[in-house]
T-cell receptor
Framework: KAGVTQTPRYLIKTRGQQVTLSCSPISGHRSVSWYQQTPGQGLQFLFEYFSETQRNKGNFPGRFSGRQFSNSRSEMNVSTLELGDSALYLC?????????????FGPGTRLTVT | AQSVTQLGSHVSVSEGALVLLRCNYSSSVPPYLFWYVQYPNQGLQLLLKYTTGATLVKGINGFEAEFKKSETSFHLTKPSAHMSDAAEYFCAVRRMDSSYKLIFGSGTRLLVRP
C-alpha cells in the first residue's frame, strides 16, 4: 500500500506571497492532520480533518487554513507568508478510533520563505 | 493541559551500548503515549505506542518502552545500539477522548559512535 504523499517536497516563496501544500493520504484513511516542524518550536499541531470537516484546530493564526476533499486528499494554505513560516510541514493520515487510532506521516514539504 | 518533556536534546552512545531516551508527560489522566523516529529529510515513523494493558511495550527495530504511571514516564530503551539508530526521536501523547491531535516533546537526537 502506498504511503502518505506530500507535494511539493521543497518550496521557496517570498514574504507576502501565499502557498498551497498538498497531501494524499493512505488509501482508505479518512483523517488527515497537519503539523509544523521548526527548530525553535518543534512539532506543533495545525489542524485535523475527517470526512471533509475540520475536527481539531491548533493555535495558529487565521493565515493558516486547510481543507479536505471527498477523496480524503487535503490541502493547507498559508497566506501572507512571513519569514517565521519557514518550516517542514508534515501531513499524517489516520485510521481507526480510540486506542486503535494511529497516525502515519508523510515525508513533509520544506517551505523556505525569503 | 498536557505536555511532554524529553530530557536531553542530544544523547551519544557507543555502538552496542544501551540506548535510554527519557520521556515524562504531564496529564491529569494517563494518555495514549507514542514514540516516533525521524531520519534526516524524512517524516516521522511510529516506533511503538502505549494505549492500555501491558505496561512494557515492544516496538520495531528492537526498541521497547515502559509506561510507569507513578513516575509519569515512558522511557524508550534498546539493549544494543546500532549505527542505523542514529536519528531524532520524539515522544508524543494524545488524550484518551475524542481529541485526535498529538502533542510532541522537543525531541532527542541520538548519536551512535563506532
Amino acid at each position: 500500500k502506498a504511503g502518505v504523499t506530500q507535494t511539493p517536497r521543497y518550496l521557496i516563496k517570498t514574504r507576502g506571497q501565499q502557498v498551497t501544500l498538498s497531501c494524499s493520504p493512505i488509501s482508505g484513511h479518512r483523517s488527515v492532520s497537519w503539523y509544523q516542524q521548526t527548530p525553535g518550536q518543534g512539532l506543533q499541531f495545525l489542524f485535523e480533518y475527517f470526512s471533509e470537516t475540520q475536527r481539531n484546530k491548533g493555535n495558529f493564526p487565521g493565515r493558516f487554513s486547510g481543507r479536505q476533499f471527498s477523496n480524503s486528499r487535503s490541502e493547507m494554505n498559508v497566506s501572507t507568508l512571513e519569514l517565521g513560516d519557514s518550516a517542514l510541514y508534515l501531513c499524517a493520515s489516520s485510521i481507526g478510533t480510540g486506542s486503535a487510532y494511529e497516525q502515519y506521516f508523510g515525508p513533509g514539504t520544506r517551505l523556505t520563505v525569503t | 493541559a498536557q505536555s511532554v518533556t524529553q530530557l536531553g536534546s542530544h544523547v551519544s552512545v557507543s555502538e552496542g551500548a544501551l540506548v535510554l531516551l527519557r520521556c515524562n508527560y504531564s496529564s491529569s489522566v494517563p494518555p495514549y503515549l507514542f514514540w516516533y523516529v525521524q531520519y534526516p529529510n524524512q517524516g516521522l515513523q511510529l516506533l511503538l505506542k502505549y494505549t492500555t494493558g501491558a505496561t512494557l511495550v515492544k516496538g520495531i527495530n528492537g526498541f521497547e518502552a515502559e509506561f510507569k504511571k507513578s513516575e509519569t514516564s515512558f522511557h524508550l530503551t534498546k539493549p544494543s545500539a546500532h549505527m542505523s539508530d542514529a536519528a531524532e526521536y520524539f515522544c508524543a501523547v494524545r488524550r484518551m477522548d475524542s481529541s485526535y491531535k498529538l502533542i510532541f516533546g522537543s525531541g532527542t537526537r541520538l548519536l551512535v559512535r563506532p
